[in-house]
């Protein structure tokens, strides 16, 4: 079986080089050529561990091919991958117009029967649209399935993600389809669950708004324990050994970004108004995750009682660990804030420097470690719980401080440690 994936984005990527690594004949295109050279002469334009590696290896073994004829990737395959980007718009809704563009190419390139499998995340009913585009434009008289199989990976384990999911979701209504799929699939050792297009794509949405809405709670709930004294690893902990709940997800911090889930918690509550049912519940998520940022800005504020002319220092950029990925990341809304409060920011991330100075450019300074940020700082903030962050010399810091005081926006850090070694601690939720 053949296999295209159009749209080398994040998720088409990984999903590609990953079905190759499973022994199938794989062809990405993308209509960045751009990208396509960079690919083809071995580069990568993502930061994600292990897909390096991987790609070079499926390039060598002749499974995997990039190319910018998308036309050539509908004629050479039968199951056809669209993982195009479906970006914001002003109004919160997903802008699905590069879907349409490649499925009116499908359909003008399609010579023999088609799957085609909408992998972007996509509003409900998209799956419709899809199919409605593809028989107003199709040119031969051949058949062809659409079918959906939202994504579920997580950027910094992407590929781990997709060699061990949780489950497999596949929305279909055929059973060629569905055969098809269960196929592809069949190397992983997952249960698959079967629906129609629309449920499968109403999965997507129901799973990012749910893993936002268990991030929002535990924010909303370290506010309570910060008031009350209580300390939310604790509570975290004693909650979620409850498997009804469970434990993920239920880490306290600086709040969620990243390019998924207020894009995606932003779609959902478009669509639900759009039905006629607002899904009320999730602008609330939403509102914490905001409200979530400020109180980081405003615990800066009590540590150091004026922020103008201070220096902090931010260690972590990206919106999590492992990924160079700065969309919608709190520690860039969170430094604009504490700019505007007229501080001095000094930062470092181990993968985000670059976007970060696109983003950025000289309104703050750029380190080379941890150790070059803490230098003459007030404080420094904890943004992305990088794993070298863990392991730092705190006697090295403190002699090199202004002020030693720490605000651990993820709560990795032993309080009691850094306490006696004479800092101020504020967590998010613990003291
Ligand atoms: C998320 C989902 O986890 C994936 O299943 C999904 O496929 C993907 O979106 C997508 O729709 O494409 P991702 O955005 O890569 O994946 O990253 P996550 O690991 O989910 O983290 C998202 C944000 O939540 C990060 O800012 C992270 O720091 C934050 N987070 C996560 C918390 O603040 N607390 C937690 O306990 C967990």
């Known amino acids: 079986m053949k296999l295209s994936i159009i749209g080398v984005g994040y998720v088409g990527l990984v999903t590609g080089v990953c079905f190759a690594n499973l022994g199938i004949e794989v062809l990405c295109a993308d209509n960045d050529e751009k990208k396509i050279d960079l690919l083809n002469n071995g580069g990568i334009p993502i930061y994600e561990p292990g897909l390096e590696e991987l790609v070079k290896k499926c390039i060598a073994n002749g499974r995997l091919a990039f190319t910018s004829d998308i036309k050539k990737a509908v004629k050479t395959s ?63 008289n051949c058949e062809f399935d659409a079918a959906s199989n939202p994504e579920f990976l997580r950027e910094g384990s992407a590929i781990e993600d997709f060699m061990k999911p949780d489950r497999i979701v ?16 069949g190397p992983l050792d997952t249960k698959i669950v079967v629906t129609n297009i629309k449920g499968a794509e109403i999965i997507k949405h129901a799973s990012n708004s749910f893993l936002a809405t268990k991030i929002s709670f535990i924010n909303a709930l370290s506010n309570i324990c910060d008031k009350t004294g209580a300390d939310i690893n604790a509570v975290a902990e004693g909650v979620g050994l409850d498997k009804r709940i469970n434990k993920h997800f239920l880490k306290a911090g600086v709040g969620f970004g990243g390019s ?81 409060e007229g501080a001095k920011i000094k930062a470092f991330d181990p993968a985000a420097m670059e976007k970060a100075k696109n983003r950025l450019g000289e309104k703050i300074i750029y380190c080379k470690d941890v150790y070059e940020t803490a230098e003459d700082a007030d404080c420094i903030i904890l943004m992305t719980e990088w794993n070298e962050f863990k392991e730092v010399n705190w006697n090295k810091i403190k002699n090199i401080m202004a002020q030693c005081a720490v605000l651990d926006g993820r709560n990795i850090y032993d309080s009691e440690k850094l306490k006696e070694l004479g800092f101020k601690y504020m967590g998010m939720g613990r003291r």
């Open 260 to 340: 998924c889930f207020p894009k995606d918690l932003k779609a959902f509550i478009h669509i639900s108004e759009t039905l006629g049912h607002p899904f009320d519940m999730l602008k609330e998520v939403e509102k914490i995750n905001e409200m979530q940022k400020d109180i980081v800005v405003r615990k800066a504020i009590d540590m150091l009682w004026n922020i103008k002319d201070k220096t902090i220092a931010i260690w972590g950029l990206a919106f999590k660990p492992n990924t160079d990925d700065i969309r919608s990341s709190p520690a860039i809304d969170i430094i604009e804030s504490l700019l505007k």
């Open 78 to 140: 039968e199951v056809i991958f669209i993982c195009v980007g479906t970006p914001p718009r002003d109004d919160g809704s997903a802008d699905l117009s590069e879907i349409e563009k490649v499925s009116k190419v499908i359909a003008e390139n399609m010579d023999s029967y088609k799957l085609v499998v909408e992998k972007s995340t996509v509003p409900v009913e998209t799956g419709e649209w899809v199919k409605k585009t593809i028989n107003t434009f199709k040119s031969k």
């Open 170 to 185: 596949i929305g279909v209504e055929s059973k060629k389809a569905e055969k098809i799929l269960k196929e592809l699939y």
